[in-house]
């Protein structure tokens, strides 16, 4: 789960970043206003629902399995003390 985690985020957030700083250099070389770009605007959204759904619901999912664990670790040791 960690490694999933860590790639999702990490690659989301490295294509956006990397993806940013392309188009700002292609805004300041242009002598004219650019469109702005569906490329970037698609990353910095897959970005914000990457912030606001995704990682607070696998942190969300994290603590759950990690509370089933210990309940189960609790009863196991209430069981064998019987």
Known sequence: MFVLATVVHGGIFSAMWTYLGVDTAARLEAATSLPPDPLLQSLLTLALVNG???SPAAMAYWVRSMREKSKKRR????????
């Open 52 to 54: 606001f759904i995704v």
């Open 75 to 82: 009863f196991k040791i209430g069981q064998s003390s019987l």
